[in-house]
Each structure stands twice: as structure tokens, then as C-alpha cells.
């Protein structure tokens, strides 16, 4: 049952993402994403970790793919506004490359010694059990990724301004990313 | 999901009354019928497509605006637990200590529908809806979930069981321990951004009528358009639901016995939330007959520059007292 | 099946895709996209060795790099996106081929 859960969530997932990166219209590689992010989430519920399931989806899903989605809208990429594509020569370079680098990752994970899978209590991957790690061990880079997300707003919202100096409309608060929801 | 004819029953009357009409009255006792009589109506329009639309995303859209509308009922505990011989039947589908990040995660998909629809209408007032859509919705679910954290602080879980256990009991012998009392702040934080969350007036900005004619979904028809109408009222009773298990205690109530797990007892505790969620209901239709629309921009700085800084410093508040 | 080389396969197929979409697509918005695909592989396998070895100190350690991930990509796509709004207000393109000077 989880087997085929897990198969099924893997398949998913890796169809989402080809999708993902061989549509043509942006919106459609967003779409797909929706589905790819949906699958990761599965496969991180199999694999005990219903936390960050969840937050993969409110993180990813709701937030960053909203993003994406609204910028698409913002610049109106339709029919010929979307661009060209590279030739199908090279295309097919970057898949081989892309094959070749898969098999050496493939090759250096697969070196990781078998493992059965271990029992683990329903504490595992619960929001106490990471947060506790979170403000116990990792205190220092969980503040240096609050520092970097300050200046990623603060970058986002410079960049995004029309003029310096002029009042703007609302539209740029959108980059603004939710800080406080970690 | 049979609980939205029966609030668009309530707001068309309710709307009648404080516009000093009469409502429908003619289908059945009070007008009961009318939603039934609307539903048929709208299954036998016709089903139209537009021309320009993107017909994959088009038909996408309104299942996608549905289905994380009717998900998040999945997550609140509606009554005590219920033990009928040795079974012991929990009201609640998902438990879990996870169950209130889902109905985050769930909100927050709400939002596709509502962008992929106005999108591939490739309708200029419609594209314009679902892109105020979801900058409103993004904006306000951080200042939910920002309220939420003190709740979280207050009670020390995010398991709704404990959120709810934890507002049992009573100061003084009459004041129910709620978390509305105990968070008065987040309370009112968590109330605003769910009214901007399932685009209730005054933050109906995504299909004000008066501006855009009918935002996201004013080239859908039929069932499609039916499917928009009923995530948009599936959204609002679970935003209720929501707000009572969080800051009304749930299904408690004053002067409860403890330890009780009858049927009977049972059935009182979801008679309790029921009533409590009939309130919060009948008060966001009085809202939306009462008060102005918003402006985008004061919109957005109602957001940002006030609802977030603020729940801020109530989690600061919050994390000093706890302390003291 | 659910094994530990099977989940850091699936991670390596997804990373592997994400690799592909930055080389081979010229729409900056696709290729941000795809960077998210390399980073959730690469969360896949965080998880996976999270829960293969749950016995070690290290286990929940898995899960925080995972939560902080998502905090830097959440960071990334709002400084990508934000650039990308600057350059098509500008030269009203999507296209990576186009983005070639520093300055204009």
C-alpha cells in the first residue's frame, strides 16, 4: 500500500516536473509545477515528515508558485510575447548532458550503504521534534535565513519600483514574502 | 457542502430585511426552495466557452477553485467524540497534530481557481479580478497566519483537539476561557483576513460588480459558474468553522461537564457549534450588506502596514507574557 | 518500492530535470520554475536520508535544512521575480538570450 503509494506519488512528481520544463506557454510550466509540488508533498508524507508536507505545500504551493502565477499575469505573456526557444540540436545537447549528470549523481547516491526501512513513532517529523532541533541546534542559520530574507524583501521591493522617490501602487508589496510564517 | 443553499437562502433574505424588501418568498415556505429552484436553473443553462479562452484551463479552473474550498471541512472537529457501544467515532475526518497547517496549506491553494479562471478568460475585467485576487489572498494569508502563531503560543499546540480542550472551563464561574478573550487581537486579525481570504465584502474587490463587471468569473455560465458560487459560500463555513474552533472554544460550551462521552452529549456539542457558527455567519452577510467596498491600494495598506506589523507585535506581546 | 536508493533516485531524476529546463529553455520565468524543481530534489533526498537513519542525532537535522530551503527559494523567487518584472518593464522580453548587458 505505501509502495504504491510512494510509486505513484514518484511518478507524479517526475511527469509534473518533465512537464514542467517542456511546456511552451509559461502558464502551463506553472500549472504543471502545482502538480509536481503536490506530489513532493505526497512523497514527504510517505516518508514520515507530515510537517514539512504541509509547509511545502503552503510555502511552495501557496505562496511562491502565487508568485509566479501573478508575475505571468502582471507581464501578460500570451501568444507572441512568450519568445523564442533554442534549436532542437541543442536541446537534445542539454538532455544527453543533463542524462550524463544524472548518472553521476545517480552513481555517487547509489554508493549510500542499503537500508531497510526502520520503524519510527509517530513523534518523527512532527512540528515539536523540528522545532525543537530548529531553535536548539540550528539557532544561527535560522537567523541568518531570517537576515536573508530581510534583504531579499528589501531587494525585491527596490527592484521592482518603478522610479526611486515616487510613490508606487500597491503591486510591488506583492514579492514581499512571508517571514513570518516559518 | 448541504449547508450552502441554506446560507444563500439566509443572505438573500437577510439582505432583503435590511434593504427593507421582501426576498424571495414564493418557492416553498419562507422562500426555502429558492436556492433548489436556482440550482436547476443554472444545470440547464447553457454551458458556454469563449471564443479566445484557453479551454483546458478554462474548465481547470472552477474544479480548482472547488475542491480546497470543500477540503478544509475535513480538518475541524465539529462535536466531542462520539462512543456508541465500543466504538468510538471521532467528528472529525483528519486527525492529526498537523490538521490546522493543512487548512493554511488549503486557503492558500484556494487562490489557482480563482487566477486560472480569470486568466483563461482572456477577458480584460476578468484577468483583472483574479489578479487582485491573488495579491489579496497572499497579503492576508500571512496576516492569518501571523495571528495564528499567538494562538498557537497561547495553547501551546497546533492539534485543534488541544486548541479546543484548552478553551473548556470558565473564569469566575461565567466567562468562557476562549481564546477571543485571551487573544483579543488575533482575534479580530484572523476575523479581517478571513473576510479577505474568501473575498467577502468590503474586500470583494475580485468581482466587485460595480468596476468589473463580474471579476474572475464573468465568462462563466452554468455549472462552471455554479461550482465558482459554491466554493465561494463552501469557503466562508469553514472560515467560521475555523474561527469558532480557534477563538470561540469550539464545541464547548460554559459549564461543561467533563469526561462526558455520551451521544447525547455528543449531539448538544455540535448543536453548540452550529449555533456558534450560525452567529459568525449571519454576521458576515450583515457585514456585506452594511458596509463600503475598499479601495485596492488602502486594500493592500490595511494588509501590510497595519494587520501584519500588528500581529507582530502581539506575538512579541504574547512570547513576554508567557515568559512572565 | 520504498527503499533509500530508490528515493534518492527519484531525487536525482528531479534535480536532473531542473538542470535541464536552466540549460535548454530561454524563458526566464521556466527557468526560475526549474530551479525549484532542482531545489525539491535535492529536499527529497534531505527527507529521505532523514528517515532512513531516524536513530542518529542527526536525523531532525534532515528536516530543519529542508524548512530552511524553503526559506532561501521563497527569498530567490522574490528577487528572480522582482527582476524579471524590472527587465520586461524595460525591454519588454522574457528571453534569456536578450539579457546580455549589464546596463543600458
Redesign the interface.
Known amino acids: 500500500m505505501r509502495d504504491a503509494f510512494f510509486v505513484a506519488f514518484s511518478f507524479l512528481a517526475i511527469f509534473g516536473g518533465f512537464l514542467t520544463v517542456s511546456r511552451r506557454d509559461p ?1 502551463y510550466s506553472a ?1 504543471s509545477l ?1 502538480l509536481f509540488f503536490g506530489a513532493i508533498s505526497g512523497v514527504m508524507m510517505i516518508l514520515a515528515a ?2 514539512l508536507a ?2 511545502q ?2 510555502v511552495y ?3 511562491i508558485l ?2 509566479f ?2 508575475v ?3 507581464l ?1 505573456l ?1 501568444g507572441e510575447e512568450i519568445g523564442g526557444e533554442r534549436p532542437w540540436p541543442l536541446q537534445l545537447l542539454a538532455g544527453i548532458g543533463c542524462a550524463v549528470l544524472f548518472g553521476l549523481i545517480a552513481a555517487a547516491m547509489l554508493r549510500a550503504p542499503f537500508q531497510a526501512l526502520p520503524k519510527v513513532g509517530p513523534e518523527f517529523g ?3 521534534q523540528v522545532g525543537r532541533t530548529m531553535f536548539a541546534e540550528f539557532v544561527l542559520p535560522f537567523e541568518v535565513v531570517s537576515v536573508l530574507i530581510l534583504a531579499a524583501t528589501m531587494g525585491a521591493v527596490v527592484l521592482a519600483k518603478k522610479n526611486l522617490g515616487k510613490p508606487e ?3 510591488v ?2 514579492p ?1 514574502d ?1 517571514g ?2 516559518h | 457542502m448541504q449547508i450552502v443553499p441554506l446560507l444563500v437562502w439566509a443572505e438573500r433574505r437577510i439582505s432583503a430585511l435590511i434593504q427593507d424588501r421582501v426576498g424571495p418568498n414564493r418557492v416553498g415556505p419562507f422562500g426555502l426552495f429558492q436556492p433548489l429552484a436556482d440550482a436547476i436553473k443554472l444545470l440547464f443553462k447553457e454551458d458556454v466557452i469563449p471564443d479566445g479562452a ?1 479551454r483546458f ?1 478554462f474548465v ?1 479552473a472552477p474544479a480548482l477553485a472547488f475542491f480546497p474550498a470543500a477540503m478544509t471541512a475535513t480538518v475541524i472537529p465539529f462535536g466531542a467524540p462520539m462512543t456508541i457501544g465500543d466504538y468510538q467515532l471521532d467528528l472529525q475526518v483528519c486527525r ?3 490538521g490546522m ?2 487548512f ?6 484556494g ?2 481557481g480563482i ?2 479562471g ?2 483563461a478568460s ?1 477577458n480584460k475585467y476578468a ?1 483583472l479580478g ?2 487582485r485576487a ?2 489579496q ?3 492576508y ?2 496576516a492569518m ?2 495571528a495564528l ?1 499567538s494562538v498557537f503560543m497561547t495553547s501551546q499546540s ?1 492539534d485543534l483537539n488541544v486548541i479546543v480542550a484548552d478553551q473548556t472551563g470558565t473564569w469566575m464561574g461565567f466567562v468562557p476561557k476562549w481564546n477571543a478573550l485571551k487573544q483579543p487581537v488575533a482575534f479580530v486579525i484572523f476575523f479581517i483576513a478571513a473576510f479577505a481570504e474568501t473575498n467577502r465584502l468590503p474586500f470583494d474587490l475580485a468581482e466587485c460588480e460595480a468596476e468589473l463587471i463580474g471579476g474572475y468569473h464573468t465568462e462563466y455560465s452554468s455549472m462552471k459558474f455554479s461550482l465558482f458560487f459554491l466554493a465561494e459560500y463552501a469557503a466562508m463555513f469553514s472560515s467560521c468553522c475555523m474561527i469558532t474552533t480557534l477563538f470561540l472554544g469550539g464545541w464547548s460550551f460554559p459549564g461543561m461537564p467533563a469526561g462526558q462521552t455520551g451521544i447525547l452529549f455528543s449531539l448538544l456539542t455540535i448543536a453548540v457549534f452550529f449555533a456558534k457558527v450560525s452567529v459568525l455567519l449571519f454576521f458576515f452577510i450583515v457585514v456585506r450588506w452594511t458596509l463600503p467596498r475598499f479601495r ?2 488602502q ?3 490595511l494588509g ?1 502596514k497595519t494587520l ?1 506589523p500588528l ?2 507585535a502581539n ?1 512579541a506581546t504574547t512570547g513576554v507574557v508567557a515568559q512572565l | 518500492m520504498l527503499t533509500l536508493h530508490n528515493c534518492l533516485l527519484l531525487s536525482a531524476i528531479l534535480f536532473a530535470t531542473g538542470v535541464f529546463g536552466v540549460i535548454a529553455r530561454r524563458n526566464v520565468l521556466i527557468v526560475l520554475m526549474s530551479i525549484e524543481l532542482m531545489l525539491n530534489g535535492v529536499n527529497i533526498a534531505f527527507v529521505s536520508f532523514a528517515r532512513f537513519y531516524p536513530g542518529s542525532s542527526q536525523a531532525p537535522a534532515g528536516h530543519v535544512f529542508v524548512l530552511l530551503t524553503m526559506a532561501v527559494a521563497a527569498a530567490e523567487a522574490a528577487v528572480g521575480l522582482a527582476i524579471v518584472i524590472a527587465w520586461f518593464r524595460n525591454r519588454k522580453t522574457t528571453d534569456t538570450e536578450e539579457m546580455r548587458s549589464l546596463r543600458w
Open positions: 502558464m500549472l502545482i507530515p510537517f504541509l509547509m505545500l503552503m504551493a501557496g505562496a502565487v508568485l502565477i501573478f505571468i499575469m502582471l501578460a500570451r512532527s512540528p515539536e501602487g500597491p503591486a508589496d506583492a514581499k512571508h513570518g510564517t | 484557453d484551463l481547470l492529526g497534530n498537523v497547517l493543512l493554511l496549506a488549503l486557503t492558500g491553494l487562490v489557482y487566477a486560472f480569470g486568466w482572456n484577468m483574479s489578479m491573488s495579491a489572498v497572499l497579503s494569508e500571512i497566519g501571523i502563531i497546533v485596492f491600494d486594500l493592500m495598506h501590510w501584519i500581529g507582530l506575538i
